[in-house]
T-cell receptor, first 116, second 114 residues
């Protein structure tokens, strides 16, 4: 069964500090891995999408890494801001071969709180 | 900012009522999706569509139904709401012409069935 596990479940850090969120997956076949940011009461917004051949991708203060051999990804947030408080969701796509609508498997997310 | 809209944003309704959650997008995307998300939990796909007159059930069994008569519109209907339907419902769309299809999500509808 395809699974996406995220850690930690929740995290509280002080404004200005860095943090790293983890995502481990057992999805086969692998098409791409996505990180989304979901503000409370809103829909998720895409941060990065990485395919098999990409091992790092940045979007401003967000940097995602992918190790397709160990099936692990991380999302690093630099110099955190209060607006970074949100849930961060890891999503792995198996493509059409994974069945359903693009074979997407969602993690439960990491709930990040930035304190002033 | 994604051009995908959901109405209503919040809905409180009694058991047994029929409800329709609206979703529309102005990006011309062929693919649209409905997800159900409980607090602190992952999104579960309940319906999707590859285009007009195409609808499929998702991974999570749902008593809801959908229709896709127009590209931009993908409403979800519950014929008889029950307390177990209380959840957040998220609509999304994507463009299959992209190499890696980014999904664009609407703001969601929070449903409470009493």
């Amino acid at each position: 069964k395809n699974q996406v596990e995220q850690s930690p479940q929740s995290l509280i850090i002080l404004e200005g500090k860095n943090c790293t969120l983890q995502c481990n997956y057992t999805v086969s076949p692998f098409s791409n891995l996505r990180w989304y940011k979901q503000d409370t009461g809103r829909g998720p917004v895409s941060l990065t999408i990485m395919t098999f051949s990409e091992n790092t991708k940045s979007n401003g203060r967000y940097t995602a890494t992918l190790d397709a051999d160990t099936k692990q990804s991380s999302l690093h947030i630099t110099a955190s801001q209060l607006s970074d408080s949100a849930s961060y969701i890891c999503v792995v796509s198996a493509g059409r071969a994974g069945g359903g609508a693009d074979g997407l498997t969602f993690g439960k997310g990491t709930h990040l709180i930035i304190q002033p | 900012e994604a051009d995908i809209y959901q109405t209503p944003r919040y809905l409180v309704i009694g058991t047994g009522k029929k409800i329709t959650l609206e979703c529309s997008q102005t990006m011309g995307h062929d693919k649209m999706y409905w997800y159900q998300q409980d607090p602190g939990m992952e999104l579960h796909l309940i319906h999707y569509s590859y285009g007009v007159n195409s609808t499929e059930k998702g991974d999570l069994s749902s008593e809801s139904t959908v229709s896709r008569i127009r590209t931009e519109h993908f409403p979800l209907t519950l014929e008889s709401a029950r307390p177990s339907h209380t959840s957040q419902y998220l609509c999304a769309s994507s463009d299959p012409g992209q190499g890696t299809e980014t999904q664009y999500f609407g703001p969601g509808t929070r449903l409470l069935v009493l």
